[in-house]
Nanobody, 117 residues
Framework: QVQLVESGGGLVQPGGSLTLSCSTSGIIFSIYVMGWYRQAPGKQRELVAR???????NYANSVKGRFTISRDNAKNTMYLQMNSLKPEDTAVYYCNARGTVAQGDYWGQGTQVTVSD
């Protein structure tokens, strides 16, 4: 059974930091492209950051220079270090594992991040 479990969300003041984790099981983690997505109320889900199997990364323009995605294949876990958080970063953050059609595409249940005074 495939499981992706996000953790690390919460309430933080503007300018603060959070680190999200995505712990996986049931997949061969190292062969999946991993990504963080977010969805704010009333908005579509959007890509925040993605990391390839070889460690290549790409980021949404809105988070470049503030967020860092990483992965630890030995721990089957992906991370998102979020610095200089802004109120507009408030959303539910989802973990995604994307493989080939045969390998499948999986989502976590999401973790809430709220940036507010």
């Amino acid at each position: 059974q495939v499981q992706l479990v996000e953790s690390g969300g919460g309430l933080v003041q503007p300018g603060g930091s959070l680190t999200l984790s995505c712990s996986t099981s049931g997949i061969i983690f190292s062969i999946y492209v991993m990504g963080w997505y977010r969805q704010a109320p009333g908005k579509q889900r959007e890509l925040v950051a993605r990391i390839t199997t070889t460690g290549g990364t790409n980021y949404a323009n809105s988070v470049k220079g503030r967020f860092t995605i990483s992965r630890d294949n030995a721990k089957n876990t992906m991370y998102l270090q979020m610095n200089s958080l802004k109120p507009e970063d408030t959303a539910v953050y989802y973990c995604n594992a994307r493989g080939t059609v045969a390998q499948g595409d999986y989502w976590g249940q999401g973790t809430q991040v709220t940036v507010s005074d």
